[in-house]
């Protein structure tokens, strides 16, 4: 029996060591943290990741907030923001890479009929987030969903991509011209905020401000309280103007809600049973927050030295989805764990590639990054190490 047991734990140990050495001496464990807006994609990507280098990675979905802070603090390998980090706090040796883009959708718990889609100008979106529109049959959006309007086609290569003109801007293949009428319910408007700091909802208040000064008066501010042009916390906002946390939490907020409406990622819509809205643009066409029309718009941010996007709400570009962001990836120039920083290039790379932000983004409805933006991009990824 003594010889048995011996036998048995031997053999269990010749086990274990067989199993270990499968796993390639350079592997790395990556812990990441930060936005929310990538973290679909991120989940998504990562089993490809593992096949394909042999690296693991975990991702709390935290908030841009929290991504900012834990790469102050060097809590953690990589980091996401879907703001620039511009505080004084950031360390010098971190650098931003722009690597997944995506929409900002405007999602409503609204009783469309059909294949009517509700649409909205960006001063109307203003009112309504604003809290200065409070019913759905208001004028402004009465307006809006009962118009002539444009759709744009664009053309695309046999992968999806956007097919550029000799001026690099965006191919039209075709312009459809449409009307809708829309009867709209006179109910009230729930409004459903980000209430933890948030680069969405930055980049949300920016575009709101820039393309409605006269109505969202406040500049852009990761906190949607600090940059709502009123007063929140007013007696005709309580219960009608509501914060939740995160992109999920948002989204399910709003599922609860009839007659509510907020921001987040496209992705969240079917799980939460919401519209997904389109918006306006400067051209007058009404765009979905798809691919070809984030490509379009971000075709015209233009970006700095530190790798900061500056975006161009005022676009004439027929198709272009104004509300088309990137999220930041956070990484070091100087790891003290130079395996570490190899892994987390790696990373990058592989998000950024057809695996990743292609093959498995679109389903997602998440945008790939092309063209100038992705040479920009793979010069910042090249900076870690």
Request: charged share 15%.
């Amino acid at each position: 029996m003594k010889f048995s047991r011996i036998a048995k734990v031997a053999s269990a140990t010749l086990a274990f060591a067989v199993i270990a050495s499968t796993t390639p001496a350079h592997a790395a464990d990556l812990q990441g943290s930060g936005a929310s807006f990538p973290a679909l994609l991120i989940e998504a990507c990562k089993a490809g990741f593992a096949k394909d280098t042999s690296h693991s990675f975990t991702y709390a979905a935290s908030g841009s907030g929290t991504g900012r802070s834990n790469s102050d603090k060097g809590i953690g390998d990589f980091w996401f923001t879907d703001a620039p980090h511009v505080a004084a706090t950031k360390r010098s040796t971190i650098i931003h890479a722009p690597i997944v883009a995506a929409p900002i959708a405007v999602l409503a718990n609204f009783p469309t009929v059909g294949k009517q889609t509700l649409q909205f100008s960006a001063a109307t979106l203003a009112g309504i987030f604003g809290g200065t529109i409070t019913k759905w049959n208001d004028p402004a959006i009465v307006a809006d969903n009962n118009r002539a309007y444009v759709k744009i086609v664009y053309d695309t290569d046999k992968n999806g991509n956007l097919i550029k003109d000799k001026n690099g801007k965006p191919k039209v293949l075709l312009t459809q011209n449409r009307t809708q009428r829309m009867s709209l319910p006179n109910r009230d408007i729930t409004v459903v905020y980000r209430s933890d700091s948030s680069g969405t909802s930055e980049n949300f208040t920016n575009y709101l401000n820039k393309s409605a000064p006269t109505v969202w008066t406040k500049a852009k501010n990761t906190n949607f309280k600090d940059s709502f042009p009123g007063n929140i916390n007013g007696s005709g906002n309580f219960g009608r103007i509501v914060g939740a946390s995160s992109s999920s939490g948002v989204a399910l907020q709003a599922g609860k809600t009839p007659y509510s409406i907020t921001y987040a990622e496209v992705n969240y819509a079917t799980a939460n049973k919401l519209k997904v809205a389109n918006v306006i643009n400067p051209f007058g066409a009404s765009v979905a927050p798809d691919s070809d029309g984030v490509s379009a718009f971000l075709s015209y941010a233009t970006q700095d030295a530190n790798g900061f996007l500056t975006f161009d709400y005022a676009t004439k570009e027929k198709g272009a989805y104004p509300l088309g962001i990137v999220s930041y990836l956070l990484a070091d120039t100087k790891y003290p764990d130079k395996a570490k920083a190899k892994a987390v290039k790696e990373l990058a790379n592989y998000v950024l590639g057809s695996k990743c932000a292609a093959t498995v983004g679109a389903d997602l409805g998440f945008s790939l990054i092309t063209g100038s933006l992705l040479t920009k991009a793979q010069a910042q990824v090249a900076k870690i190490g």
